[in-house]
């Protein structure tokens, strides 16, 4: 018993670089900051009092103590500010969070008032908001409680540029490649349990909605069994995604198959943000041992044998 909870421990707490952190806190914080600038122009038909859906709407079905943007409008009305100025002042501020976030500049604190004022967006908008903003708020929140401004940051150039191994950095990097484990896995057991991903509907389904279709795929009626193998292939890479992306011989090509399956959503459904986060947040937990495993390929590739070394062994020139 002793030398499983000895591996258990040192599963979760073997001190590791906080790099792949740095790259999430990066990622993320550019992601968010896109996702934003694209936004930017729509505020007041997105989240504004009268936009598509009034706050008086959006109100009524959110947690009492849910921040929301009628809160700070209330708050903030007295000093001559009003509702579109509240919603543009914290559109401002969130974007001078993110951006405080990429640079690694008092990094948690960026981490925490982007997190704080995209909880307000997202309770001002839950009746149109999807997976890609409960994603992004998660990611937020990991960058918040993560040590993820210890590497590629100001502050830890402030503190003397070193990227120090620590145990909490390795508990971290377990926290996110558990979730991404639970979220696949649970996914894909509940497609498995319906019979729409077994008979190919699912796929076509998706495929043919107005709002997804980004081209005519009319012809895979004749060819159902396309739809049939994408299905059947979805179901296998998301069950079997916490089984292979934990087994050596079989992580990378995990991390390549879930990548591309994130690529198909965006290229055939349109959903290229959503796609974009999630193969963040893969690649920042995983992609490791791919990094890894590249540069040891680059490094026997440019090594060559040298005739001063003795017994032919190779040297890297």
Same mark, same amino acid.
């Given at each position: 018993m002793k030398p499983l909870t000895n591996s258990i421990t040192q599963f979760f707490t073997a001190p590791s670089s906080p790099q792949p952190l740095g790259f999430f806190r990066i990622a993320v914080a550019a992601f968010a900051l896109i996702q934003? &600038? *694209?936004?930017?122009?729509?505020?007041?038909?997105?989240?504004g009092n009268y936009g598509y859906i009034q706050w008086i709407l959006t109100d009524a079905f959110a947690q009492e103590y849910m921040p929301r943007l009628s809160w700070f409008a209330d708050k903030l009305f007295p000093f001559g500010i009003t509702p579109d100025g509240t919603l543009y002042l914290l559109f401002g501020a969130y974007i001078f969070s993110l951006? +405080?976030? !990429?640079?690694?500049?008092? =990094?948690?604190?960026?981490? &925490?008032?982007?997190? !704080?004022?995209h909880l307000t967006f997202i309770k001002s908008s839950?009746?149109?908001?999807?997976?890609?903003?409960?994603?992004?708020?998660?990611?937020?929140?990991?960058?918040?409680?993560?040590? =993820?401004?210890?590497?590629?940051?100001?502050?830890?150039?402030?503190?003397?540029? =070193?990227?120090?191994?620590?145990?909490?950095?390795?508990?971290?990097?377990?926290?996110?490649?558990?979730?991404?484990?639970?979220?696949?896995?649970?996914? +894909?057991?509940?497609?498995a349990l319906g019979p729409t991903w077994w008979n190919g509907e699912a796929i076509w389904t998706a495929l043919m909605q107005p709002q997804f279709m980004q081209m005519d795929m009319t012809w895979m009626s004749e060819y159902i069994f396309i739809a049939q193998i994408l299905c059947w292939s979805t179901l296998i890479v998301e069950i079997g995604y916490p089984f292979f992306i934990y087994y050596s011989k079989t992580r990378n090509f995990m991390l390549v198959s879930i990548v591309c399956l994130h690529l198909g959503i965006a290229i055939?459904?349109? &959903?290229?943000?959503?796609?974009? !986060?999630?193969?963040? *947040?893969?690649?920042?937990?995983? +992609?490791?041992?791919?990094?890894?495993?590249?540069?040891? =390929?680059?490094?026997?590739?440019?090594?060559?044998?040298?005739? *001063?070394?003795?017994?032919?062994? &190779?040297?890297?020139?």
């Open positions: 934003a &600038l *694209l936004l930017g122009n729509h505020l007041i038909e997105l989240y951006f +405080g976030l !990429l640079i690694g500049w008092n =990094t948690r604190w960026m981490a &925490l008032g982007a997190w !704080l004022i839950s009746l149109t908001t999807y997976g890609v903003e409960a994603f992004t708020h998660i990611a937020l929140f990991y960058c918040f409680l993560f040590p =993820t401004g210890k590497s590629f940051s100001i502050d830890s150039w402030i503190r003397g540029g =070193t990227s120090q191994a620590t145990p909490f950095a390795t508990t971290s990097i377990r926290i996110l490649q558990l979730h991404l484990c639970i979220v696949y896995f649970t996914g +894909g057991i509940g497609k055939f459904l349109g &959903l290229s943000l959503f796609a974009s !986060l999630m193969i963040i *947040l893969n690649v920042s937990a995983f +992609g490791g041992s791919l990094v890894k495993s590249f540069k040891s =390929t680059t490094i026997q590739v440019f090594k060559k044998p040298n005739s *001063l070394s003795p017994k032919g062994t &190779l040297a890297v020139r």
